[in-house]
């Protein structure tokens, strides 16, 4: 074959290249990204999972995936990442025709929140890389972090100080006559509660559940809003971890618990409100609410307290970050008015803050 000869086949052909990928560069590509849950805790590790497949008779030599995701889930292998307030991630494959490629990148969550995955783009180029071309992909890719929680032994010694108080006023200690079921061992319960017979056939150890010589309900209520003279994200957040420490001890006490906070779902964007129950799924309700509150809010908690009934038999646990002026007065005027309340602060005392055995910092 003469030099003219090669030199127009190699052309025909080129020619062929490019007009198959012009026709069909990302056609029946398939991207997909899937977490290995769709909740999780704070703390956790999970896997990303990120598939790409192709399925023509076409390669695809390079190919980039770009999607962004919040900087607060933070993945292990950060060389294919811009960070700025979000991850920006890029990830380059080599497909071949008929081929799936999965890789699983491991994260872990480090904050409380909603998180969904964004701004799927693949951009791929021909063989010769000359033409590039990109296409957007849908993705409904989404994680729930419920908050953490305080050391259980900070837990136990919380609700201590608040049972010291609340006790003078009306009796909360287990009825020893009054059985109400068999549930699995925590480590907070005491050893005279474990069942031994039910802990030899279930083949772990497990204790009696007894009633209250008194009915209890539980009102938890969260005060999202923010100092106006200082912001501590701390605090916001040990509050948050101190709520959802109470929400899970309540479960396994099976006490009827409700929730209510002045602050914004990022969900709803409205103040937050689940009514009395108690159980593990109405325990998710309460913690699902703590992941999706901000710190944000229309009206201050004082408007909240006003229109809580000093009379009902419910306790009302106030949780806050911080202690305004004005929050102490409704507080105390709920309480005046008869409400068996306790109010919890994450935070050290100020040596001019008033002695109260009714107000806790922690």
Request: proline share 5%; glycine share 4%; charged share 25%.
């Amino acid at each position: 074959m003469t030099t003219a000869g090669i030199f127009i086949a190699l052309f025909i052909v080129f020619v062929f290249i490019r007009r198959a990928y012009n026709a069909s560069c990302l056609e029946k590509v398939g991207v997909s990204l899937t977490m290995s849950a769709t909740s999780a805790t704070e703390g956790d590790e999970l896997i990303l999972k990120e598939t790409v497949i192709n399925q023509k008779w076409l390669p695809l030599p390079w190919l980039s995936v770009k999607f962004q995701i919040d900087r607060e889930l933070e993945f292990a292998d950060q060389s294919a990442n811009a960070v700025s307030d979000l991850y920006y991630r890029h990830d380059l494959f080599h497909i071949l025709m008929h081929q799936k490629i999965t890789r699983r990148l491991r994260f872990t969550c480090t904050k409380r929140g909603f998180y969904a995955i964004r701004g799927l783009e693949v951009t791929a180029w021909d063989i010769l890389m000359e033409n590039k071309y990109i296409r957007n992909f849908e993705t409904s890719t989404s994680l729930t972090v419920y908050p953490a929680t305080i050391p259980l032994h900070e837990t136990n010694e919380l609700c201590t100080r608040v049972y010291g108080h609340l006790r003078t006023i009306y009796p909360i200690f287990p009825d020893p006559f009054s059985f109400r079921g068999i549930r699995e061992y925590s480590p907070s319960d005491p050893m005279k509660n474990i069942n031994f017979k039910a802990s030899a056939k279930a083949q772990e150890l497990m204790v009696n559940i007894q009633d209250f010589s008194n009915a209890r309900e539980i009102t938890l209520i969260l005060d999202a809003e923010r100092h106006p003279a200082w912001y501590n994200e701390y605090y916001e957040e040990r509050a948050i971890k101190i709520l959802a420490s109470l929400t899970e001890k309540f479960q396994t006490q099976g006490v009827p618990l409700s929730f209510i906070s002045n602050g914004k779902s990022i969900r709803s964007n409205a103040p937050i409100q689940i009514p009395e129950g108690k159980g593990a799924a109405h325990s998710i309700k309460i913690l699902e609410a703590l992941a999706y509150t901000t710190f944000e809010t229309d009206s201050p908690i004082t408007e909240a307290l006003k229109k809580l009934d000093p009379t009902a038999s419910t306790e009302y646990w106030l949780i806050s970050p911080y202690h305004a002026k004005t929050t102490q007065s409704a507080y105390k005027t709920l309480r005046k008015n008869g409400a068996r309340t306790a109010w919890i602060i994450a935070g050290d005392k100020p040596k001019d803050f008033p002695d109260d055995e009714n107000i806790i910092f922690i």
